[in-house]
Structure formats: structure tokens, C-alpha cells
């Protein structure tokens, strides 16, 4: 557990905000950029006012994503612009950055400051317990949206990676009649071993036309004009993908099919558990530098394997 710390924690939605009320219990947590989230009152600060503290912070962390571009963090939960540069400034030689979805931008503004960071998006731990409230959200999104019950369900996942696991297990349980479509043949293996019907992604035709929920999680452009032709018009599509995303709107929307872009739904529907799992996942990343006790019994190891200075 990290103790007596000092934090700066900035940007962010209410994940973020969650993971500030976390860490304060034992650290001396100063945030910027989250003047609209309640209970951290005391906490908030200026980047200026900051600059005059005579040590620098053990710890800068930026949300998910870091930046709206890699010259500003992402500040939704206020109405000032925070510019990168003047977040950076406040960091010392031993100071850890760290943040969710780092450009490649912004990782070069860090090494050319010699700063030691971390992405912590892409912790396996984080991803894999991120993939429930994305899955469940994917879920909240279908009972709103569809006229029919789960239950009966004739539905499509496409992608059996961390989320297209999780979300085709909850979709089974509320008795849908699950297609899993990827294409790696060990990935189609394991579809039939966890009770789903396997479909290659390169033949995907006859699983489009019996679908009522297709759920995109595959990171490429998978559902394109030919094969969205074959997708009844009832049919409901979410993409969990990130950009650029796995289907094409412009021509889902042409032929009238209801194509929804779901992007970070945990810190929508579920940011105090995602501010935990961030939470927990910074004190393992801690744990492995020697610096407290993270949620396993995982090694110490050099700082060089886990960060990039």
C-alpha cells in the first residue's frame, strides 16, 4: 500500500476522482483539472501554487485517456485548460508519471525529460478486470436498446480477447444463443469449449444474417459495406473497439441499421469500481519498485523492466 506519498492527480472523469478519495487516505493527494467532482474540495490545487512546494511529488497521474492531444491532459471534470507542459514542470528526477493510453507524443515529452513512467492501461491486470463493467455496460446498452429480452437472443461477438470472453460468458447466462467469431484458430477452440458457436471472421455471412445484437471488439475494420448489406435491419450493433473502430457508420447509418460506438464504458457505467481496479493496479505497479505492498505476491524487479526511462 502506498504511504505518504506525495500525489498529483489530474484530469480525468469520475475514475479518477475515485482514485484520488482512494489514495488520500494515506497520501497527501493534491488534484488539478477535477473542480467538478464532489468531495475533494480540499484537495484541489493550481499548477502554479504547486510549483512552490520545495520537493516535487512522488507521483503525477494523468487519466484515461492522458491527453485530449499530447500538449493537454484531458480535463472533463473542469472547465480550464490544463496544458501537458505545466503538469511536467512540477515532476522531479525521481518523480513516477503515470497515465492510460500515453501517446507516442506524449511518451517522447517524457523521455526527453528523463522522467520515469508507466502506461497502466496496459497492465494485464487492468485490462482483464476492466473487461466486466465494459461487458456489463455492453449488456445495460442492449436491454435499453433492443425490444426483446437477452433471453433467446440470437447474438453476434466478434473478437474473443479479453472482453469478447466476459461479455460472450454473460450473455450465455441471461440465455442468449451466442456466435463467437474470431480468427485465430485456438481462439475458435476455446468458443465451442466455453459452450459458444465458433465462426471464422473471414466467414461471418451466415452469422450476420440470423443476428439481433452483433457486438464489435475486434480492433480492425471487420464489418465493412459488403457484409453490414447482409445485417437485418432489426439488428442492433455496438462497437467496443477503439478508434478507428471495427464498423463502418457512414454506411451502417446509410442503410439504416442502429450502430452504437461504446467507447470507455467503465469510467460511464461503472467509474468507482474502474477507479478502484486503477487503484489497485497502481499499488501493484508500487509494489514491483519496492515502494509498498501491491494486491499479489509478485516480485520486486528492476525498475528498468517495468518502466521506461
Not at 500525489?7 to 472523469?13: H, K, P
Not at 511518451?107 to 456489463?136: F, G, H, M, S
Not at 447482409?230 to 457512414?250: H, M, R, T, W, Y
Not at 489497485?280 to 508500487?286: F, K, L, R, S, Y
Request: with cysteine.
Amino acid at each position: 500500500m502506498l504511504q505518504n506519498k506525495t500525489i498529483v492527480v489530474a484530469g480525468g472523469d469520475l475514475r479518477q476522482a475515485q482514485l484520488a478519495r482512494l489514495l488520500r487516505e494515506h497520501n497527501r493527494v493534491y488534484t488539478i483539472g477535477l473542480e467538478k467532482a464532489e468531495g475533494l474540495e480540499d484537495t484541489f490545487a493550481e499548477t502554479a501554487a504547486l510549483k512552490q512546494e520545495p520537493v516535487p511529488p512522488d507521483y503525477i497521474i494523468l487519466p484515461v485517456p492522458a491527453g485530449s492531444d499530447e500538449d493537454t491532459v484531458n480535463t472533463p471534470f473542469s472547465g480550464k485548460r490544463l496544458p501537458m507542459e505545466d503538469l511536467l514542470e512540477l515532476a522531479g528526477p525521481d518523480t513516477l508519471v503515470l497515465g492510460g493510453k500515453l501517446s507516442e507524443g506524449l511518451r517522447q515529452k517524457l523521455e526527453a525529460r528523463k522522467l520515469a513512467w508507466a502506461d497502466y492501461l496496459q497492465r494485464e491486470e487492468l485490462a482483464v478486470l476492466n473487461a466486466i463493467p465494459t461487458a456489463e455496460g455492453t449488456v445495460q446498452i442492449a436491454m435499453e436498446e433492443l425490444p426483446s429480452t437477452i433471453f433467446g437472443l440470437q447474438a453476434l461477438v466478434i473478437g474473443y480477447g479479453r472482453i469478447g470472453r466476459v461479455l460472450c460468458r454473460m450473455l450465455r447466462g441471461l440465455g442468449a444463443h451466442v456466435t463467437a467469431a474470431a480468427r485465430k484458430y485456438a481462439d475458435l477452440a476455446w468458443i465451442e469449449a466455453d459452450g459458444c458457436t465458433p465462426v471464422h471472421t473471414g466467414r461471418m455471412e451466415e452469422a450476420l444474417k440470423d443476428s439481433q445484437l452483433i457486438v464489435n471488439t475486434a480492433p480492425a475494420m471487420l464489418l465493412n459495406e459488403q457484409l453490414l448489406k447482409g445485417v437485418p435491419k432489426s439488428c442492433l450493433l455496438i462497437d467496443l473497439a477503439s478508434k478507428p473502430g471495427g464498423i463502418d457508420f457512414n454506411t451502417a447509418n446509410r442503410l439504416g441499421l442502429k450502430a452504437i460506438w461504446a467507447l470507455s464504458l467503465p469510467g460511464k457505467v461503472a467509474p468507482l469500481t474502474a477507479g478502484r481496479i486503477i487503484f489497485d493496479t497502481i499499488q501493484n505497479i508500487a509494489a514491483e519498485r519496492g515502494e509498498g505492498h501491491g494486491t499479489d505476491e509478485a516480485g520486486l524487479c528492476n525498475d528498468r523492466q517495468l518502466l521506461h526511462l
